[in-house]
């Protein structure tokens, strides 16, 4: 096909990414490397430096919106991030010596298997707020936002350790297998933290890019990142985010736990597909 | 705090997409009628893999040059920007907040 034809299809895919991904604190590389790979034949290590490029456009387009909107938890961000740049860092250094394909088939599983907990709280609005108490409390991780019908919600967080060690698992995933791995990350807030879904999501989103960030450098010097491919995908996606970050606040949270559910079956199939070679 | 985060959020990413979009269109000005399969090579065996020079140096070149594919990678970088200002704004911000945890 010819160039102009692959750009606006490109951009146009893209920006459904990005409405996805921003909603739900993925990169739009969920929706993004699926139809590069499989549907348009780029290359893996083309389609893969997009997703990078595409991750860093969902964190950014969107979490303008989120922060000023205070749906993000900045201090939560902060401390969290700690775990994922260091995990990213020893990920990425030891991506030389890891059986990528063992990894997706862990990491598909492991999306899998948390599909139960987030379907048995598919219902729930705002968690129960745990009380605050020890680091969580020393940290103050803790926040409240204010819901598009005036509502106030004020939310603790718990285990802050356990979040932590998701982040550090989640920052290793990316490093090793060039992913933003917002999934595990929205994962760990939501099911150990027990932050509202919209919280785990924009704080998620917040996070990705960083993560990205650290391996997209590599990744440009390497020649990953193709501009014919890259352009449509970052255009497409920040246009995506801007629509999605407009979108969120006035979405309940048991709506954003339900499509984050679909997406998460979706991501979790598409890798262990993508270690039968598809 | 977070509307100086969130403001340097937007226009970086606001200036990282007009200057990605004008590179897009000088690129299919120039080359929109080709097929993607000769503009897009992966070459395994060589280093940078594609059949373009992503270093610093030849950018800058192509900046000045007007060369579409420079004017996208310099959009790119000025993305990949963003998420690594905002770390370094809100270190600061924290800090200079007097919040030490």
């Known amino acids: 096909m010819i160039a102009i034809e692959f750009t606006i299809i490109v951009l146009l895919v893209s920006v459904v990414g990005g409405i996805l991904g921003s909603i739900l604190g993925l990169g739009g590389a969920v929706v993004v490397t699926p139809l590069l790979t499989i549907f348009l034949g780029i290359d893996i290590h083309f389609a893969i430096g997009a997703s990078i490029v595409s991750i860093i456009a969902t964190s950014s387009g969107a979490a303008a919106a989120y922060v000023k909107d205070k749906l993000t938890n900045l201090r939560i961000a902060m401390f969290l991030e700690l775990g994922t740049t260091c995990g990213a860092i020893v990920g990425a250094g030891l991506a030389v010596y890891a059986n990528s394909t063992l990894l997706k088939a862990i990491f598909g599983c492991v999306l899998l298997v948390s599909l139960v907990p987030i379907l048995m709280k598919i219902g729930e609005d705002i968690p129960k707020s745990p009380e605050l108490k020890g680091l969580a409390k020393r940290l103050s991780l803790q926040g409240s936002y204010t819901e598009t019908n005036g509502t106030v919600v004020r939310y603790n967080s718990t285990r802050p350790g356990a979040g932590m060690f998701g982040m550090v698992v989640a920052g290793l995933l990316s490093g090793l297998l060039g992913i933003g791995s917002g999934a595990f990350k929205v994962l760990s807030m939501d099911l150990a933290m027990k932050l509202p879904m919209k919280v785990s999501t924009t704080t998620s989103n917040f996070m990705i890019g960083v993560t990205a960030a650290a391996s997209a450098g590599i990744y440009i010097v390497r020649g990953d990142v193709d501009p014919l491919i890259v352009a449509p995908v970052a255009i497409g996606i920040l246009i995506g985010a801007l629509i999605g970050s407009r979108l969120l606040p006035r979405t309940r949270n048991p709506t954003v736990r339900k499509i984050f559910a679909i997406v998460l079956a979706a991501t979790a199939l598409e890798m262990i597909a993508g270690v039968f070679g598809y | ?101």
């Open chain 2, 1 to 101: 705090m977070n509307a100086l985060i969130s403001g340097l959020l937007r226009y970086g990413v606001i200036l990282s997409a007009a200057i990605i979009a004008i590179g897009t269109v000088l690129l299919l000005l120039s080359n929109g009628s080709q097929d993607i399969s000769q503009l897009v090579v992966y070459n395994p065996n060589q280093l940078p893999h594609g059949n373009f020079d992503p270093s610093l140096g030849h950018m800058f070149a192509g900046l000045v040059a007007l060369d579409p594919q420079s004017i996208i990678e310099f959009g790119v970088l000025v993305l990949l920007a963003t998420p690594a200002a905002r770390v370094l704004l809100s270190v600061f911000l924290f800090t200079a907040e007097g919040d030490r945890t």
